[in-house]
């Protein structure tokens, strides 16, 4: 039997993008159909390819679509800060996070929400699980993401399996509890950073396995910077977290 997700409340898609004029329409046709009741939100980084055009043209047509036009690239980090502050303020109760690029799979949004219904309080989609997947994806891409997560649960001792992942759902009420006034990060460590905050802040974290498909269209915007702010931070914060632990401990010696 199908899980009753009616009590989430009201679904937000964010969808940060920098020039992803070739995916934006698929993606959000892809979506719209998969969660016909869910809304999605653009939030356009003022990108030079007339991505944000075409965002308003989608939304002239269908008022499950919003625009959010920002004034230039600040990082999908900012982006989706923004998005989630739009998404609280206008009551939704699940603010998901979604790629552009086709690498995360509308079909398989279900999986995170039935997640949230049956207890979690922030879901994420991940590719190292059993039952997930990367297609197409390089060697190199895949070593940087599996050893960023093991770096990552090895400093911070949190049990998550993809925690550099970008496919996320979260009850709003996960999002108002974890402080996020106070998140820097701007690249791939945005995604640890809530995790990280999600879990010390006691909630339920639950890892659903999704199957990560390469984009065909469109470049990248990871690039070294992205990858070495993710190094620093988490070590900063597992530095922290350990010297954190002992001082408990030698508390309680
Ligand atoms: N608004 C906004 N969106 C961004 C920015 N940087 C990346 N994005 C979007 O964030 C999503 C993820 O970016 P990608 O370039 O696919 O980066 P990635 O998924 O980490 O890396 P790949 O696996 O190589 O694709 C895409 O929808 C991008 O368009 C930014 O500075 N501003
Ligand atoms: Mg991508």
New binding site residues.
């Given amino acids: 039997m199908a899980t009753d997700l009616s009590a989430l409340g009201d679904v937000l898609v964010i969808?940060?993008?920098?020039?992803?004029s070739q995916?934006i329409e698929s993606i959000t046709n892809r979506l719209r159909k998969a969660v016909p009741d869910a809304h999605v939100l653009i939030?356009?980084?003022n990108?030079p390819d007339g991505?944000g055009q075409i965002a308003d043209r989608l939304a002239e047509t269908d008022d499950h679509v919003h625009v959010m036009h920002?004034t230039g690239?600040?990082?999908?980090g900012?982006?989706y800060l923004a998005g989630f502050d739009w998404g609280l303020e206008h009551g939704y109760g699940v603010l998901v996070q979604?790629?552009?690029?086709g690498?995360h799979q509308p079909e398989q949004l279900p999986r995170l929400l039935e997640a949230l219904a049956k207890g979690a309080d922030m879901a994420k989609g991940s590719r190292w699980v059993p039952g997930g997947a990367v297609v197409n994806?390089p060697k190199s891409?895949e070593f940087i993401s599996r050893g960023g997560s093991l770096w990552t649960r090895a400093w911070l001792g949190i049990p998550v399996k993809d925690a550099?992942g970008?496919f996320n759902a979260f009850k709003a009420d996960t999002l108002r509890g974890i402080d996020l006034d106070e998140v820097a990060s701007?690249?791939?460590c945005f995604q640890i950073d809530l995790v990280w905050r999600a879990i010390k802040h006691g909630y339920k974290v639950v890892e659903v396995p999704i199957e990560?498909v390469?984009?065909e269209f469109?470049?990248?915007?990871?690039n070294r910077n992205?990858v070495i702010e993710a190094l620093i931070r988490t070590t900063l914060w597992g530095v922290q977290h350990r010297i954190a632990q002992v001082g408990r401990l030698l508390r309680r010696g």
Avoid: C, V
């Fill in positions: 969808i940060p993008t920098y020039n992803e995916n939030a356009d980084d990108s991505t920002r690239k600040q990082g999908l900012a982006a979604h790629d552009a690029d690498s994806w891409r550099t970008g701007a690249g791939y990560f390469e984009r469109g470049d990248s915007k990871m992205i």
